[in-house]
Nanobody
């Protein structure tokens, strides 16, 4: 079992920045990918950014150029630096890790972008 603990959400004004972090712990065998999804009220959960083993990175078109995903392999931690935030970025952000192809989810952290 893999446990995920997220941190870093909160309230920020449009144009501001936030940094989300997710630490994975427990019995970890081989992480295939680490990433972030988000779910806004009334909408489906969507991919924000993901780091796949082998080095490829995927970003949603809506966040390209504004968000940056990074990983600390030694600490099994993934970060999401979010800059130039917009009201439409408001959502619950979920950390996702795939270990041996099995998906694990964090409980989510709320990001609210509002003036």
């Amino acid at each position: 079992q893999v446990q995920l603990v997220e941190s870093g959400g909160g309230l920020v004004q449009p144009g501001g920045s936030l940094r989300l972090s997710c630490a994975a712990s427990g019995t970890i065998f081989s992480i295939n990918s680490m990433g972030w999804f988000r779910q806004a009220p009334g909408k489906e959960r969507e991919l924000v950014a993901a780091l796949v083993s082998g080095g490829s990175i995927n970003y949603a078109d809506s966040v390209k150029g504004r968000f940056t995903i990074s990983r600390d392999n030694a600490k099994n931690t993934v970060h999401l630096q979010m800059d130039s935030l917009k009201p439409e970025d408001t959502a619950v952000y979920y950390c996702n890790v795939r270990d041996r192809g099995i998906p694990y989810w964090g409980k989510g952290t709320l990001v609210t972008v509002s003036s």
